[in-house]
């Protein structure tokens, strides 16, 4: 099956630093999610993001589907940006809209 | 307010046992999944369904079972054939048959911990 992998899987910044998460992927997808896990474990949607670019607010993410990875990019990072970043995929063929997960960045942003 | 919901935030039960986790949902989304986060790894899929009354095992279905009588409700029955029950179980859900369709979303999710 697809191999999703996420880089760093550890991450701690100080407060108005910028970053980027790095999501790789073994094979075709025709879907890609960005999430935040809250401390309290609720998974957030950032982005659906199969191919492209988009930005919301200080969050921007770019997938190159032909090259088999996505970035997530973080600007003037704020304590509430903690917690675990993940990319999930979808395989192009035979999904049913079922999502592989990484094993996600953690994310620490220290005042 | 349209969502997800699940209950209860948090589950104790004694090992042996069997028990069912709700997830029901307002967005009129046909497909609904289960999945399985354990500590400091990623999620799981656990059973999906696509259409009311159907329903498809995930990567690791033994153990769980499922029901899909509703649109709007899936409950997870966990059972005491799970060797290793607890952990974090998020249900999500997702449109379909419009462009887009693939984005999933998901509940609050629900703590169960057996002992």
């Known amino acids: 099956g697809i191999q999703v992998e996420q880089s760093p899987p550890d991450l701690i910044l100080q407060e108005g630093a910028n970053s980027t998460l790095r999501c790789n992927f073994s094979?075709?997808?025709?879907?890609l999610q960005w999430f935040h896990q809250n401390p309290w474990g609720q998974l957030i949607n950032l982005f659906y993001?199969?191919?492209g670019t988009k930005q919301n607010g200080r969050l921007s993410a770019t997938t190159v589907a032909t090259e088999r990875y996505s970035l997530l990019y973080i600007s003037s990072s704020q304590t509430t940006d903690s917690g675990v970043y993940f990319c999930?995929?979808?395989?192009?063929?035979?999904?049913?809209?079922?999502?592989?997960f990484g094993k996600g960045t953690k994310l620490s942003v220290k005042p | 307010d349209g969502g997800i919901t699940q209950s209860p935030k948090y589950l104790f039960r004694k090992e042996g046992q069997n028990v069912t986790l709700s997830c029901e949902q307002n967005?009129?989304?046909?497909?609904m999944y289960w999945y399985r986060q354990d500590p400091g790894q990623g999620l799981r899929l656990i059973y999906y369904?696509?259409?009311?009354?159907?329903?498809q095992k995930g990567d690791i279905a033994e153990g769980y079972s499922v029901s899909r009588e509703k649109k709007e409700s899936f409950p997870l029955t966990v059972t005491s054939a799970q060797k290793n029950p607890t952990a974090f179980y998020l249900c999500?859900?997702?449109?379909?048959?419009?462009?887009?369709?693939?984005?999933?979303?998901f509940g609050p999710g629900t703590r169960l911990t057996v002992t």
């Open positions: 999500a859900s997702r449109p379909s048959g419009r462009a887009n369709s693939y984005e999933q979303y």
């Open positions: 094979d075709s997808v025709n879907n």
């Open positions: 993001i199969p191919s």
């Open positions: 999930a995929v979808g395989q192009r063929v035979g999904s049913q809209g079922n999502l592989i």
């Open positions: 967005l009129n989304h046909d497909a």
């Open positions: 369904s696509q259409i009311v009354n159907d329903f």
